[in-house]
Structures are given as structure tokens and as C-alpha cells.
């Protein structure tokens, strides 16, 4: 748009010293319907002489106006624009806006809806006490984790955010999306009596039974091999699963080693239906003759929906 204005004005000004012998180029009319179009010009109206400057005068005054200064706006309104920000964007704001790109009240929201769940939040907090600093140590820890679990929970504990026991740790790690899943699964299996206590915090009411073993597996992630924590973590689930539904187990039949036996039944189901390199795939009757012949209580009905579930959503530990 620059070089199109810099045209206009520049063939103006030579039309001017050398009257109508000077020749424009078919460039020009092009030009200056671009610059019309966006300043609100019907595309169809001739625009030439006076109308150019009238154009021009009404850009700057656009430009001028700029963005508009969140400082004038009342405090609330300028926490509330602020408040959508990440935490990098935020920083750049503080550039322009030092007193609201500082707000606790800001980086308290960017701590807790990043990590949900600290001890430190449930303790007084001390004159001084900076979110925004909080969030660096939360962000730097989060990455020490990442590269090594043991390093990153000794650097959360040593900085008075968490306290080690399994409860909080547990939830901190619940309410947490930046650890890399590897690493926690690592330290999960390390660590089981905070995998009992993860296990806990996952409510399964009401939830088809595929469905729920996805919501799991989401927050705490299958081994890649069958082995001994994959038969730990779905021992954990079925008795969960068990507790969370009562109704169920009364009605259907369900037991924690029926559970168990649907979950395997459930994986192996995944892998046969979504892996290319498995040509024959497993019908539903075969299916349903596999389950039932493994967990003989378990209705021909119900089998039959958990086969139709995988085929329609998907794997249960993707």
C-alpha cells in the first residue's frame, strides 16, 4: 500500500509541472482504487485531484489513532483485556503498561490456570509475595521436570511450592498439563503410593466403561509394552471403575476382575481395529464370543456396545 501511495503522489506532483502531455501509466487508476477501497471510497467513484488529499489526510488521522491506551480505560476493564494473554504476551504488555502488565491479580490466573494445584497456594502468603515470580519458578520447575523427574520435584520442594506427600503431589500432578508424560510415567512408577492417590482423585460416576479408560489413560499415560505397571495401572482402574459405579456393578454384573478382563479385551480391540498393519480385522461376533468366553457374566449386549464404541471413537489409549 506504501509503494502504491508513494505512486500516486510522486505521477501527481509530475503532472503538475508538466500539465497533460505527462502520461501516467495504467498503474496509476489501480492504485489509487486500492488506496479508496480501504479507506471506505466506493470502488466506482472517480478519485483524482482534491479527493487524493482527502484520502491521504484521512489515513494519517487513521494511523494516528492507533491502538487504544488500556491506561484510559477503568481497571477493570483493562484487567479483564490483560487477562486473555499468555504469559509471554503478558510480559511484552508490561513493556507498554507496567502498572497493569504487573497485576498480581493477572499472574495469580496464569499460575493456577497452568498449574491448578500447588501447596504453596493453600499457605499464607508472606508480605512481598510475587505471582509473577511464582510463575517463573513454577515455569522452571515444570521444565526441570521435563528433562529430569527427580530434579524437578527436589526444585519444586526446595522452593516451598509443593510438599512432599502423596496427596499433593498427586493433585498437583492431576492438575498439571506441562509435564511431559514420559518422564511423569516414570515417576509414577516409581512412586505408587502417589499413583494410588492419582487414581483416587479420578471420578468415573455415570461413564461408559471404554470412555472412562480413556479419561484415565489421558491423565495418566499406558506404557508403550505390556508389563507389569500397564497390569498395575488397570488393576487400579477396575476397582475404581468398580467404586465409582455401584448401580452398574449391581446391574450388569461388573466385578474388578470382570473390569480388568474388558480392559485388556478393550486394548487389544484397539490395536486390531486401528493398526494398518493388522489386515483381518476382528468382527464383532468374534469379538463378542472372545469377551464372553473371558468374563462369562458379562451380558451379550453390553460386550456388543463396547465393540461399537471402539469402532466408532477410537483406540483407548491413543
Excluded at 292 to 317: C, P, T
Aim: hydrophobic share 35%; with cysteine; aromatic share 12%.
Amino acid at each position: 500500500m506504501g509503494q502504491g501511495l508513494w505512486r500516486v503522489a510522486r505521477n501527481q506532483q509530475l503532472q503538475q509541472e508538466y500539465g497533460e502531455h505527462w502520461d501516467a501509466g495504467p498503474g496509476l487508476d489501480g492504485d489509487l482504487q486500492d488506496l479508496g477501497m480501504e479507506m471506505g471510497v466506493n470502488p466506482g467513484q472517480h478519485c483524482q485531484g482534491a479527493d487524493i488529499y482527502q484520502l491521504l489526510r484521512a489515513r494519517r488521522g487513521k494511523e494516528q489513532q492507533g491502538f487504544i491506551d488500556l491506561e484510559m480505560l477503568p481497571p477493570e476493564l483493562s484487567i479483564t483485556i490483560l487477562s486473555y494473554l499468555n504469559a509471554t504476551d503478558l510480559c511484552l504488555a508490561s513493556c507498554v503498561w507496567q502498572d497493569l502488565g504487573h497485576d498480581e491479580y493477572l499472574w495469580q490466573g496464569l499460575c493456577k490456570s497452568t498449574w491448578g494445584h500447588c501447596s504453596i497456594y493453600n499457605r499464607r502468603l508472606p508480605y512481598g509475595f510475587s505471582y509473577r515470580r511464582l510463575y517463573m519458578m513454577l515455569d522452571e520447575g515444570s521444565l526441570t521436570f521435563n528433562a529430569n523427574h527427580q530434579e524437578g520435584i527436589s526444585y519444586f520442594m526446595s522452593k516451598g511450592i509443593l510438599v512432599d506427600h502423596p496427596k499433593e503431589l498427586a493433585k498437583f500432578i492431576f492438575c498439571t498439563r506441562t509435564l511431559n508424560w514420559k518422564m511423569l510415567r516414570v515417576y509414577l512408577d516409581e512412586r505408587r503410593d502417589v499413583l494410588d492417590e492419582l487414581v483416587t482423585l479420578h471420578n468415573f460416576s455415570n461413564q461408559f466403561l471404554p470412555n472412562a479408560l480413556r479419561d484415565f489413560f489421558r491423565h495418566i499415560h499406558a506404557p508403550e509394552e505390556r508389563g507389569e505397571y500397564l497390569e498395575t495401572l488397570i488393576t487400579k482402574f477396575s476397582h475404581r471403575f468398580c467404586a465409582c459405579n455401584p448401580v452398574l456393578v449391581r446391574d450388569v454384573g461388573l466385578s474388578p476382575d470382570a473390569v480388568y478382563v474388558l480392559c485388556y479385551s478393550l486394548i487389544l480391540l484397539s490395536i486390531d481395529l486401528t493398526s494398518p498393519h493388522v489386515k483381518n480385522k476382528m468382527s464383532k461376533r468374534e469379538f463378542i464370543r472372545n469377551t464372553r468366553h473371558a468374563a462369562q457374566n458379562i451380558s451379550e449386549d453390553f460386550v456388543g456396545h463396547l465393540y461399537d464404541n471402539i469402532y466408532l471413537i477410537g483406540h483407548v489409549a491413543a
